[in-house]
């Protein structure tokens, strides 16, 4: 098997009696927002865990660095070609953001341990959020924007600066 980015070719041998694990995490796995929760209340996000190898994969281990956030189920088996949700539960110990770590401990010989990165009352708005109350003026007519005047429609906002 020949594979390549634009300065390296690899090469791999594919050996089709030998069978592996191989745990394949989602990407929004590097940051996962339970979204705003109120002191004492709890918020929930999904993970699934797929195993693309060709021998059982066993999660004998998931935890996250903070008590604010828990996951069950803490192990799992997943065989070939299967999958297992893992749930994040996030119960507010403040009104500031919360962050862990979450740590997928498995058996799979190329990397035993995954981590993704939860965060719980995040600041800002994130994937999901209604856009706040924006003023604008366009910079060729001098017109006065507001997000009002666009609600319901699909619109992107490039932000930038020149310095």
Not at 119 to 148: K, M, R
């Amino acid at each position: 098997l020949f594979v390549g980015d634009w300065m390296t070719p690899y090469t791999f041998s594919i050996h089709a009696e030998r069978a592996a694990p191989y745990l394949v995490l989602p990407e929004d796995v590097f940051y996962m927002s339970v979204g705003k929760a109120e002191l004492g209340a709890s918020a929930t996000y999904t993970v699934t865990a797929r195993n693309e190898g060709t021998a059982d994969l066993t999660l004998y281990d998931v935890w996250t660095t903070s008590p604010a956030f828990t996951v069950s189920p803490t192990e799992a088996r997943i065989a070939p070609g299967d999958a297992a949700v893992f749930t994040l539960t996030y119960t507010a110990t403040t009104t500031e953001e919360e962050h862990a770590i979450v740590n997928f401990q498995s058996d799979d010989p190329n990397q035993p341990l995954r981590k993704g990165y939860v965060v719980g009352n995040p600041v800002g708005i994130g994937v999901g959020d209604p856009f706040p109350y924006t003023e604008a003026t366009n910079v060729e007519t001098l017109a006065q924007w507001t997000s009002d005047d666009l609600g319901g429609q699909v619109t992107l906002l490039a932000y930038f600066a020149t310095f």
